[in-house]
């Protein structure tokens, strides 16, 4: 059994009739009876009934015809994806993140691509979440570095690893004495958040018996991570936002809660064609 067999046979299926499959395949009639003849022999049972007016296929017929499409289609794919991978890519990849939380990570995974792809050029921009989520639904981007929670079911996405919450706060003014602490600790202190991250920190707290006393709600993590530093509240920030700390007088306190947690993920906007560069960024990716 070969290839051009498998299509032949898929052809008088479609076609219902060994005449007008010979005629679709510009061959002879007596060719094509003989490869469905050898095809049969090497199978060992009839794949077509003939009746005095049309061929009517079998159940191996049919078993075959549906094994037949997979693995054409396979081949298809495969010779697909062998000249995408001998051709040098080439374009721009236009990537949104947020920058508290993947500030670390970017710069890891786009020199690791470019390095096999030197033809590609990167555009990125940067912003909050709902930003980055907007650029993608516009299609100003085609891939997106954001964090849980959000409304993921317009979107594709790549869950990386999860990691936990911390407060950030001046040391001379919050917990001068201890660098680990339960959640009931910020009853009653001034808490700065990422709007985002709001639900998850009021339902910790809830947990714990108390209403937050939330002082101030905002959307970029660095300017929230600035005003705690200089002493106006608390910042709940993630665990990797501690990497932008710029002031001295800083102090990170690891909060126990295993379900005040967030976590970085790629996405991409559903049933969108993405370009050859984009599929080749996530299959690195993954």
């Not at 590609?120 to 299609?139: A, C, M, P, Q, R």
């Not at 339960?182 to 714990?208: H, Q, T, W």
């Given at each position: 059994?070969?290839?051009?067999?498998?299509?032949?046979?898929?052809?008088?299926?479609?076609?219902?009739?060994?005449?007008?499959?010979?005629?679709?395949?510009?061959?002879?009639?007596?060719?094509?009876?003989?490869?469905?003849?050898?095809?049969?022999?090497?199978?060992?049972?009839?794949?077509?009934?003939?009746?005095?007016?049309?061929?009517?296929?079998?159940?191996?017929?049919?078993?075959?015809?549906?094994?037949?499409?997979?693995?054409?289609?396979?081949?298809?794919?495969?010779?697909?994806?062998?000249?995408?991978?001998?051709?040098?890519?080439?374009?721009?990849?236009?990537?949104?993140?947020?920058?508290?939380?993947?500030?670390?990570?970017?710069?890891?995974?786009?020199?690791?691509?470019?390095?096999?792809?030197?033809?590609?050029?990167?555009?990125?921009?940067?912003?909050?979440?709902?930003?980055?989520?907007?650029?993608?639904?516009?299609?100003?981007?085609?891939?997106?570095?954001?964090?849980?929670?959000?409304?993921?079911?317009?979107?594709?996405?790549?869950?990386?690893?999860?990691?936990?919450?911390?407060?950030?706060?001046?040391?001379?003014?919050?917990?001068?004495?201890?660098?680990?602490?339960?959640?009931?600790?910020?009853?009653?202190?001034?808490?700065?958040?990422?709007?985002?991250?709001?639900?998850?920190?009021?339902?910790?707290?809830?947990?714990?018996?108390?209403?937050?006393?939330?002082?101030?709600?905002?959307?970029?993590?660095?300017?929230?991570?600035?005003?705690?530093?200089?002493?106006?509240?608390?910042?709940?920030?993630?665990?990797?936002?501690?990497?932008?700390?710029?002031?001295?007088?800083?102090?990170?306190?690891?909060?126990?809660?295993?379900?005040?947690?967030?976590?970085?993920v790629v996405a991409w906007l559903r049933?969108?064609?993405?370009?050859?560069?984009?599929?080749?960024?996530?299959?690195?990716?993954?």
């Amino acid at each position: 059994m070969d290839i051009k067999q498998l299509k032949y046979f898929l052809a008088i299926t479609e076609e219902n009739s060994i005449t007008k499959a010979a005629k679709k395949l510009h061959i002879s009639q007596p060719p094509l009876s003989h490869q469905l003849k050898i095809l049969e022999e090497e199978i060992g049972s009839k794949l077509f009934d003939r009746t005095t007016r049309n061929l009517e296929i079998t159940e191996v017929g049919e078993f075959l015809k549906n094994r037949a499409i997979q693995i054409l289609e396979l081949m298809n794919e495969t010779v697909k994806e062998i000249k995408q991978n001998q051709e040098e890519l080439e374009g721009v990849l236009k990537i949104g993140f947020v920058a508290s939380s993947t500030a670390a990570l970017v710069p890891k995974v786009i020199p690791g691509f470019s390095k096999n792809n030197p033809e590609v050029k990167f555009e990125l921009k940067e912003g909050s979440t709902y930003k980055i989520l907007d650029l993608l639904n516009h299609g100003t981007i085609e891939i997106g570095f954001i964090r849980t929670p959000f409304n993921s079911e317009e979107f594709d996405c790549i869950y990386l690893s999860k990691e936990p919450m911390i407060a950030l706060v001046d040391k001379n003014k919050y917990f001068q004495e201890v660098n680990e602490i339960d959640i009931s600790f910020l009853e009653g202190l001034p808490l700065i958040i990422d709007k985002r991250f709001k639900k998850i920190i009021v339902n910790a707290c809830y947990r714990k018996g108390f209403i937050p006393n939330i002082l101030l709600i905002g959307e970029d993590s660095r300017t929230l991570m600035n005003l705690a530093q200089q002493g106006m509240g608390i910042a709940i920030v993630p665990e990797s936002s501690k990497n932008l700390i710029f002031r001295e007088n800083s102090k990170v306190i690891k909060i126990k809660d295993e379900e005040l947690e967030t976590q970085v993920v790629v996405a991409w906007l559903r049933n969108k064609k993405l370009s050859s560069v984009a599929k080749h960024f996530l299959k690195f990716l993954k």
